[in-house]
Nanobody
């Protein structure tokens, strides 16, 4: 059974940091492109960051570039998102996603999400 389980969400003050994790199971994690999406209240889900299968190539949305760092540990089947200098507009449910090609072309597996709240 395929599972993507996010953790690490919570409430933090503006300027603070959080580290999200996504534990994968039930599929060949190292063979998939992985990414983090987020959905703010009343808004559509958007792509925040992606990372290639070998972890070499990363992509960041302009809104998080320079503040967030995506990484993966294929030995632990785990994806991470280090979020620094958080802003109230970063408040959202953060979802882990996996795709055999690219998460920008279509997602094969979704996690259930973890809520991040940034207070001003």
């Amino acid at each position: 059974q395929v599972q993507l389980m996010e953790s690490g969400g919570g409430t933090v003050q503006t300027g603070g940091s959080l580290r999200l994790s996504c534990a994968a199971s039930g599929f060949s994690f190292e063979g998939y492109s992985i990414g983090w999406f987020r959905q703010a209240p009343g808004k559509e889900r958007e792509l925040a960051a992606t990372i290639s299968m070998n972890g070499v190539t990363t992509y960041y949305a302009d809104s998080v570039k320079g503040r967030f760092v995506i990484s993966r540990d294929n030995a632990k089947n785990t994806l991470y998102l280090q979020m620094n200098r958080l802003k109230p507009e970063d408040t959202a449910v953060y979802y882990c996603a996996a795709a055999i090609t690219s998460v920008t072309l279509g997602v094969d597996y979704w996690g259930k999400g973890t809520l991040v709240t940034v207070s001003s």
